[in-house]
């Protein structure tokens, strides 16, 4: 720990990353605080810690009920009620977690002595795996939620751009054409959805694999929890990835891994910044050394 960063543990102190769909800012350590915003995507993923960065952002996925990703999530609420923001943000939350969520809004509220007959739920909606879902103020953007195995029940999820275009035998007929057709009542075009960002969640490595879908998304956001070799049977005890289980999956996919970046995050507390890098350069397959980052 001697050679550690001075702000590897400041949960205030975000990371900045820029992406082809979207930047990425935030912070994520195993234990302090998780939290991840996409400003062009309008879109946050847990609140470990809320800063007013965080605020326009109107669509927020809670990934699981640990408190390191998910005890701010009601002082987003009432942040954007004190600043003046007038439309209720959303909160995509596990169905399985979705009434003891209910029940935790409802005991802070009263323990910060809300009246009862002035308290009101915010608007907070159940996930369930695999089924789509349009966000409420990006009708161009489809969420994806898929449940992941940790240590309570949580979701990943996958952003998936919507967007139609022209089907193939259509392609090259003129303008005048494709005006005849859609008057004659021909479908002329065909659904699209392209992933753009993909997140893990808290979970084992073995996710990866079970989801291979996400590396096909042009960001794969994935936890990276332990980097020692001894720290592998801790990983599975406490439903985290190992780097050893990124390289693995990365060995197997190989050239199906289409994403332009692998962002790792949520480092254990115990390791410096300068051993993660260390680690990373040291184990990462050199065909992905390009594409894979420390959220650091």
Not at 67 to 87: F, I, P, T, Y
Not at 146 to 172: A, I, Q, Y
Not at 232 to 252: F, W
Request: hydrophobic share 40%.
């Amino acid at each position: 720990m001697t050679d550690q960063s001075k702000y590897i543990h400041n949960a205030l102190k975000q990371v900045r990353l820029v992406t082809s769909p979207t930047s990425v800012a935030g912070f994520s350590i195993s234990g302090l605080a998780t939290y991840l915003q996409f400003s062009e995507l309008n879109f946050a993923v847990d609140m470990g810690e809320c800063p007013l960065s965080a605020i326009p952002l109107d669509h927020v996925f809670l990934t699981h009920a640990h408190g390191d990703h998910a005890r701010c999530l009601m002082r987003h609420h009432s942040l954007r009620k004190m600043m003046g923001v007038e439309k209720d943000s959303v909160y995509y939350v596990p169905e399985a977690i979705y009434e003891g969520a209910k029940g935790w809004i409802h005991s802070e509220a009263m323990f910060e002595g809300v009246p009862e007959g002035k308290f009101r739920y915010p608007d907070l909606v159940p996930l369930k795996h695999k089924e789509r879902i349009t966000l409420k103020y990006r009708k161009d953007l489809v969420l994806e939620p898929f449940n992941v195995k940790h240590s309570v029940p949580t979701m990943g999820g996958t952003l998936l751009l919507h967007k139609k275009k022209l089907k193939d035998e259509f392609l090259g007929k003129s303008a005048e054409e494709i005006i005849a057709l859609r008057q004659n009542g021909v479908e002329i075009s065909r659904e699209v959805f392209e992933p753009l960002l993909s997140f893990m969640g808290d979970s084992l490595g073995e996710n990866l694999l079970e989801n291979p879908e996400v590396f096909k998304s042009k960001v794969l956001i994935a936890e990276c929890t332990f980097v020692d070799d001894e720290d592998e049977p801790m990983s599975h005890k406490k439903g985290h990835t190992h780097l050893q289980h990124i390289v693995k999956a990365l060995n197997e996919l190989g050239s199906d891994v289409t994403c332009e970046k692998i962002i790792l995050n949520h480092f254990s507390m115990k390791y410096s910044e300068k051993h993660i890098q260390e680690m990373l350069e040291k184990n990462i397959p050199e065909a992905f050394k390009d594409r894979v980052v420390a959220f650091l």
